[in-house]
Structure formats: C-alpha cells, structure tokens
C-alpha cells in the first residue's frame, strides 16, 4: 500500500496541474500582503470607523495576525477550486486517458489503488493547508510584525491577546485541512463517477456554490436545511478564534465534516470497486 | 491442460448482449487468435480477463485456478495491451515504465526496465516524455509494459491498430519470438491475414457468442474442408443422402446449395457420388483462407 500511496505521489508531483493550485495560493496571498502592505491602514481606518463612536481604537491594529485571518477568509472559495482541480481529476483523468484500464488489470486490488489515491489526495491537500499557513501566518508575520487582533464578528469584536493567538491558528489550520478534505472526498466521488477530468471539477464547485449561497440567505425554509450543509460547517474555523472557544460546537460541526467525508468515500469505494472499465 | 479456460461466461449492458455462454480454452505456449467483427465481444471477453468487466456469470480458470479466487496471483503472471497504448503522457518512458513496475508484487530492477526498452526498440528516446511519441512508438512502450512483469500469458487486443506495414511486421516477429521463449500469446485482430500467419489456434466470435474454434488445422487445412456444392435438385439429394455415409458430413441447404465438411481428397468422391445418382451438379466451390471462414460464419450468424 505504501507503494502506491508513493506511486500516487509521484504522480501529482510530475503532473503540471498540481502546482497550480500552489501558485494560484502564492499569487493571491502576496497579492493581498503588497495590497495590506500598501494600503491596508487605511482598508482597517475604513472598517473601524462605524465603531469609532463606541470604541476607542488606538495601537497596532494591522499586525501578520490579523493579515493571516483576512486571508484565510478570502480563500473560503479558492481553496475547494483548487483542491478540486487535482482531486476531481485522480480517478477521471485516469480514465479518460485511459490509464486507469492499465491500472485496474494489475496485481493489486482495485480498493488498493482507490485508498492510495485518495490517500495521495488527502497528502496534497495538506500540502496546500501547510502552504496557506505559511505563506498566511509566517510571511504575515514577516511583513507587518505580532500583536494584539482584533476580529469582527456578527456578534461583535474579539480582541485576542497576541500570545493567545498562535495555537489558535493552528487549531483553525488542522480544522481547515479537514474540511478541505470533505472537498476532496466530495471531487474524488464524482470522480470515480465521471469519464472527463472536468464534470467532477464543475460539479464540486457548483455544489459549493449552491451549498453557500443556501448558507447565506436568510430565508425562514432555508433555516432548516443550514445545519445539513457542509459548507455550514466547514467554515467552523472561525469560531477558534471566538472566546472562549466554543469547543462543543466546533467538535459538532467537525463530527459532521468528518461523517460527510466517509459518506463521499463509501460512495465512491463502493462505486469505484464494482465499475466495469470500458475507457 | 489449459492455460487458460473461459466458460459459460455472459455479459449484459442493458440490453445488449456482449458475452453470450462464450467458452474457450488456451493450451501453453499457443498463439491464440481472437476474431470477430466490431462488437462480437472480443474485447469484452479481454477486459474480462484481466477483471476490467465483471461477467454476469461464467468462469475464468488461469493455470487451473479460479480468476476470482486467486486474482493477485494470477494477474502477475499476465501481461496486457487492451486497445490503444495509453500512458502518462507528461512523463518519459522510462518514468512511465518504472512507476507501472510498482504495479507489480515483483520487485522489478532497473536493468530489466533498461533491458526492455532495448528490446522494442526505443533505446535513446527513453527519456523523451511520451505526448512526443508517434503512435508506433507508443505502441512499443506498450509491448514493453507488457513484459514489464516477465508474465507467462499475454494478452493483446487489436495491437496492429494504427500501426504501418513494417511496423506490423515487427510486431508479427516479436509475437513470434515470444512464443519462442515459451508464452503464451492470446491476441484479437481485425487483419485476418495476421491471426491466420500467427495463431496456433483460434476462435470466431460473433454477437458474443462462439462461431467456430479449434486449431488452425482443424479450421484452415485440408483435412477439414467446407465444401459448398450448388445443385440443380437439393431436395431430391437430401433424400439421397440419407441412406450413406455422407449423411454424417452433410452439414446443411441453404436455397440450392449444399453444404459438407469433408478431406479435400473426398471431394472427387462426393462428385462422383451425385452424379451416379443423377443430381445436377451447378457448381463446387469449398474455402480454405481464413478471410473465407470468417466471412462465411459471420455472415451466417448475422443472418
């Protein structure tokens, strides 16, 4: 199994499309440090100013804490695009090249070769949750210093202390790669389905999309359907940076991030282990 | 004993009838051909074969042991090109050999992966990544990955597609020395001049179903010929028939025209046998080419 997890490996690592997703993270994220970097006091100036009447704001408000957090929010939809654009294309782009005939007749059975792929999958999307974090929080750091954060919430603002902040994030970051694996498990199920490498890529996005503009609209039939969306819960990370930490909430919210997970890899396993291959 | 048995196997897509209780059985070290038009079943048979198409019922039986049972054992000791050489086109050769090596429970060396790329022919484009390979060479790396595992029994489905004349001839050469080194060879094509040069033994498929199979003997030499006589009277010469030895030959009418199987060397006797018994003789014709054979029974099945 370790072979095939490696051979998997390889193959994303040799593949052009799978630095995309690193590039297009790297691009973004410095695009939004030289833009913070550049403009960012006024960009906070702006936003605080409705709590001017109310509060007092004075020190360092934009620190590489608070940068790494507003990044992390504006990838909400471009990190499932981009684990997407890999995972929905393991299982289909095997087979609309035709690969996966070479594959499937081999020594090793074909749950073998799903659970090295879907290993490979989950390995990438890590790679891609610890390059955001880098890229987020230690070029953040770099740029613009620590300090105090400052994160504005529907329910209000949380000042966080600097030193309360770090495990924090790493927490938010852990959370993340789960919930980026939902989206993976989600794309390498349509996969296993599809024939082209773009149907599953599409429909994983649309799915997104359609699961967060549900999220968003508060329209009293919609309340009741919000606690089954994944994407309700995928945004969970937020609350690490709640206080206190709403512990039981999050472990919920995760229980369920987790059960769609193996909800979306049963399906495809099951579909994936009985398929007749005809490309 | 067979290296490979195929029986009763059936397969459905829907509606359609692919595999019809097709069975077969390959002897060690043959050339084994597989004919039949587009959409007989050749290469469902094939995919079943390697465990890319799960039958409806039927069983496959390699080295006498039972395909599902003792799929890992069985499936390293087999080699295959289904279809078009398909690999990964962003690597080399090299690359795409040595990640399809992993593929196998056998630790495969370097040197053999070098020793094989030799063999087809490749050697000095082995690091050129394969979207810049003609078809031909593809088709080459996809020889080479057939033996990537040293396999006993190869399996080949239409391998001369796209390929040129001499390209063709090579191919017929490596099969041959294949055999040669004492596999076996099981191989579907559309050029019936091929299967008729290379095959030891073969089978006709057609809408799933087994036409005729046997050696090439058997089907192709004069000890067993399909003799068509067009007469003037068929029903009067069945009644004939009836009462001699013949009967055992006759194989049946079609509109005037009477079939036997019988020696090339009996033929005089048959003629003579109708005309004693005064039955118009139009015309006598029997085949013996392959292209004959198969145009005969596949035309008979699709009627």
Not at chain 2, 238 to 244: A, C, R, W
Request: charge should be neutral; proline fraction near 3%.
């Amino acid at each position: 199994m370790l072979k095939l997890i490696g051979v998997e490996l390889y193959k994303i690592y040799t593949k052009p499309r799978s630095y995309l997703g690193l590039l297009a993270i790297t691009i973004i994220v410095c695009l939004i440090h030289i833009a913070m970097y550049s403009g960012g006091q006024e960009y906070l100036d702006f936003i605080f100013s409705t709590f001017k009447d109310s509060f007092d704001v004075s020190g360092k408000i934009l620190t590489g804490n608070l940068i790494a957090f507003i990044i992390l929010q504006m990838l909400v939809v471009q990190m499932p695009l981009l684990v997407a654009f890999v995972t929905g294309d393991i299982i289909s782009g095997e087979a609309s090249g035709g690969t996966l005939r070479i594959l499937a007749g081999k020594p090793y059975s074909r749950s073998h070769i799903f659970f090295s792929k879907f290993i490979a999958c989950a390995i990438y999307t890590f790679v891609l949750v610890v390059w955001l974090g880098i890229l987020a929080v230690v070029l953040g750091h770099l740029l613009f210093g620590s300090g105090d954060m400052m994160v504005l919430k529907t329910e209000g603002l949380v000042v966080l202390r600097d030193g309360d902040i770090l495990w924090r994030y790493g927490y938010a970051f852990i959370i993340a790669f789960f919930s980026l694996l939902l989206i993976a498990s989600l794309a390498f199920c349509i996969s296993s389905f599809a024939e082209n490498s773009i149907t599953p890529i599409v429909i994983t996005m649309g799915l997104i999309i359609i699961s967060t503009v549900i999220g968003t609209l508060e329209v009293p039939l919609f309340e009741y359907i919000k606690p089954i969306l994944f994407t309700t819960h995928m945004i969970i990370w937020r609350n690490m940076f709640d206080k206190p930490v709403p512990w039981n909430e999050i472990l919920l919210s995760m229980s369920i991030v987790f059960a769609y997970t193996c909800m979306f890899t049963g399906i495809a396993w099951f579909h994936f282990t009985r398929k007749d291959i005809l490309t | 004993m067979s290296i490979l048995s195929v029986k009763n196997l059936s397969k459905t897509y829907q509606q359609f009838k692919a595999l019809d209780n097709l069975s077969f059985d390959v002897q060690p070290g043959q050339i084994y051909g597989l004919l039949g038009p587009n959409g007989a079943g050749k290469s469902t048979t094939m995919r079943c074969l390697l465990t890319l198409i799960k039958p409806d019922v039927g069983d496959i039986l390699f080295f006498q042991k039972e395909l599902k049972e003792n799929r890992r054992e069985i499936l390293n000791k087999v080699g295959y090109l289904i279809e078009k050489p398909d690999f990964y086109n962003y690597l080399s050769a090299y690359n795409n050999l040595k990640l399809l090596s992993k593929y196998s429970t056998n630790k495969i060396e370097d040197k053999a992966i070098h020793s094989l790329i030799e063999k087809v022919g490749l050697k000095g484009r082995e690091n050129d990544a394969v979207k810049k390979y003609s078809h031909g060479m593809k088709q080459r790396l996809g020889l080479a990955q057939v033996l990537l595992n040293n396999p006993d029994l190869i399996i080949l489905d239409e391998p001369n597609t796209g390929l040129d004349p001499q390209g063709i001839v090579e191919l017929r050469d490596f099969i041959f020395e294949l055999k040669n080194e004492g596999k076996t060879v099981i191989l579907s094509s559309h050029i019936l001049h091929e299967i008729e040069q290379l095959a030891d033994s073969m089978i006709i498929i057609n809408k799933g179903k087994s036409v005729i199979q046997g050696s090439k003997e058997e089907l192709l030499g004069e000890n067993n010929l399909h003799v068509k006589i067009e007469v003037e009277h068929p029903t009067q010469l069945e009644k004939i028939l009836l009462h001699t030895h013949w009967q055992n030959k006759y194989k049946g009418t079609h509109d005037t025209i009477i079939s036997f199987d019988i020696e090339k060397k009996e033929i005089a006797h048959l003629v003579s046998f109708l005309s004693e018994n005064k039955i118009g003789i139009v015309a006598v014709s029997y085949r013996k080419k392959l292209e004959e054979l198969y145009m005969s029974l596949t035309q008979n099945t699709n009627a």
